[in-house]
């Protein structure tokens, strides 16, 4: 191994249990840690859930979004200085400014410790604050999942009114921010080549300045049941972090509507359908209510339970940066049905799983059918899915190339240009 590094590791907003950031950050965090280095976390709300031994500074914000009051108003005495005077003045202007305010607020506290860090790692902000950072001479490197201008370009694609559109535009102002950060950065990292291009088309990061490393999962946790009785027949899981198109859910309702005709079906879905929402909206218009069940996000254990007694699991996306789901489903050994979109090929290859062109319904209903009609084929991508994770994903994999590659970065920033 090599030297020990002292890292600092941002992120805007850490769910525990649903999203990846909150995954990325506690079990990157924790890897890092037993290979040697010590990490501390900086993160906003929602605050992480981390492992012994690794310490949590906390950078509130005032909070906008958190469940279950989101765009509140914040009392008189909540505001501290003019940052939260400008990230309440953006919410309330239609815009998202945590990314932003997020990185001043960690530059401002870490100016202060600048002998205590040898490496800055912010995962997704791309926040100004982290051009501040490298002026005061912190080497600063960053994790871009996907860039999040895909998200707007596919919200638009699907919002038919004028003013929703408008207001997804001022909502996603924050892509521009990121697109001038990030190529100002010492290193960025993502988690696929299909990511990798995509930050080098959306953000103008040249490619071979991005290096890849995939994120990955424990293996000991999430692991096949110990009888394969244990699964439910029909059952359908999907795991989805947003109530937005890009997740494809309402495919997978009009899917499962289809099935529905002609068999029994249940699909679980691990995440909230927003009032109102895609997913809310198909579901009135299908019937769906007594075939649908939204667990909200689950506790680990929880969803690997869910993952274990499945019979399918669907990744109905229109696209994917990574899909820490899939690989999630495939440490279980569950039988997986995908789309084409994104980096799902490249992360379940040829023989975990079946896949469909993303977005349409007719392929997916079959591919969901094929699989619950064939117990042989569930075995064969279960043993396919388990095998490939053990080889390509585990988060102590994830970590050692991480450590790897902020060597490369400091070196690098060591030596005369």
Not at 11 to 25: A, D, I, L, M
Request: proline content about 8%.
């Amino acid at each position: 191994m090599g030297r020990s590094l002292r890292v600092a590791l941002l992120s805007y907003r850490s769910k525990p249990h649903s999203g990846g950031q909150g995954v990325y950050v506690r079990a990157l965090s924790r890897e890092l840690r037993e290979l040697g280095h010590r990490v501390e976390v900086l993160s906003g709300q929602p605050y992480p859930e981390l492992d012994p031994g690794v310490p949590l500074t906390e950078v509130p914000s005032l909070d906008l979004y958190r469940d279950p009051d989101p765009f509140r108003m914040p009392r008189p005495h909540e505001f501290r200085d003019l940052l939260d005077v400008a990230e309440w003045a953006t919410m309330c202007t239609a815009g998202f400014p945590e990314p932003l305010t997020f990185s001043l607020r960690a530059a401002r506290l870490l100016g202060r410790r600048r002998d205590e860090f040898d490496l800055v790692h912010d995962n997704q902000s791309l926040g100004y604050g982290l051009l501040q950072l490298r002026r005061q001479g912190f080497p600063t490197v960053a994790t871009v999942h996907h860039p999040v201008a895909i998200d707007r370009d596919l919200e638009l694609a699907a919002a038919a009114r004028l003013r929703r559109r408008l207001t997804l535009r001022r909502w996603y102002a924050f892509t521009a921010m990121q697109s001038r950060v990030a190529p100002r950065l010492d290193g960025l990292t993502t988690v696929s080549e299909s990511s990798r291009r995509d930050i080098a088309e959306h953000m103008g990061v040249p490619a071979d300045r991005v290096e890849v490393i995939p994120v990955g999962i424990d293996p000991e946790a999430f692991r096949p049941p110990e009888e394969r009785a244990g699964r439910e027949p029909a059952s359908i899981v999907v795991t989805t972090s947003a109530d937005v198109p890009l997740k494809g859910l309402v495919h997978l309702l009009e899917a499962v509507a289809k099935l529905r005709t002609e068999r029994d079906v249940r699909l679980t879905v691990v995440g909230t359908a927003r009032p109102g929402g895609p997913a809310a909206t198909a579901l009135d218009r299908l019937g769906l209510a007594g075939t649908v069940r939204f667990t909200g996000p689950v506790p680990q254990a929880e969803l690997v339970a869910l993952l274990q007694t499945a019979t399918v699991v669907a990744i109905p996306s229109l696209y994917e940066g990574f899909s820490l789901p899939a690989v999630e489903a495939m440490a279980c050994a569950t039988p997986l049905v995908t789309t084409d979109a994104g980096a799902l090929p490249e992360v379940v290859g040829s023989h975990a799983a079946v896949q469909v062109r993303a977005g349409d319904v007719g392929q997916l209903a079959g591919a969901l059918q094929l699989v619950l009609d064939h117990p042989s084929l569930q075995e064969q991508l279960g043993r396919a899915g388990r095998a490939r994770v053990l080889a390509n994903y585990t988060w102590r994999h994830t970590a050692e190339r991480t450590a790897e590659w902020y060597a490369e970065v400091l070196d690098r920033a060591a030596s005369p240009c």
